[in-house]
């Protein structure tokens, strides 16, 4: 096995470059997210450590790196993934709990609370579609249709994709944007629980029954 230095890592696209040990090397050597033997590690944490790795070739016939292992212990750091997971699904049992909480005490339908599940679920998927096509090259999910599901009710979803896959977490633009559907989603959630919205309550709960 050969060591070698990890200098960059696109975590959208799944792929970043090592720096080669041997000073004559004239280019970094390209590796993928899935040539990492420890998949639990988010390499975008590791940058300028070390590595080794096995010597191949992709399906082109250009070098790349495989087997990768990193040199020495794991780092405390590259856990805090777990720790921002886990700390995302608190704040979504608080929401969840929030919205059974409206459900038995404040009139809000019952399908509207199960129309944040089913939501939350397909956005989810969407986010784990999305880093899976970036990682193998493939079409990827809009971010438009992201932000429309989150924005529907999806939101709580998207929390826990963010994290647990470690997905869409550094774009900035991105965030703020997730930032504004969360805020807008829990403004119409508020304003449905006032009397004066009744009728508009009573449609959702007709239209989100007929699906879920």
Known sequence: MTKAKLVSWNDAKGFGFLKLSDKNAEKNLFVHASSFDDRSINPERLIGHWFTYRLSADK????????LKLVGAKPAFVTKTNKA????????????GLLTALVMLANLPLAIALAYLVMSLVCFALYALDKSAAQAGRWRVQEAKLHVFALLGGWPGAMLAQQYLRHKTQKQQFRWVYYATVLLNCAALAYLLTPSAAPMRQTISE?????V
């Open 207 to 211: 239209f989100v029954s007929s699906f």
């Open 60 to 67: 082109q016939g250009r070098p790349c790196a495989k087997q």
């Open 85 to 96: 997971g886990f700390g995302a699904s608190i704040k979504v049992a608080v929401f969840a």
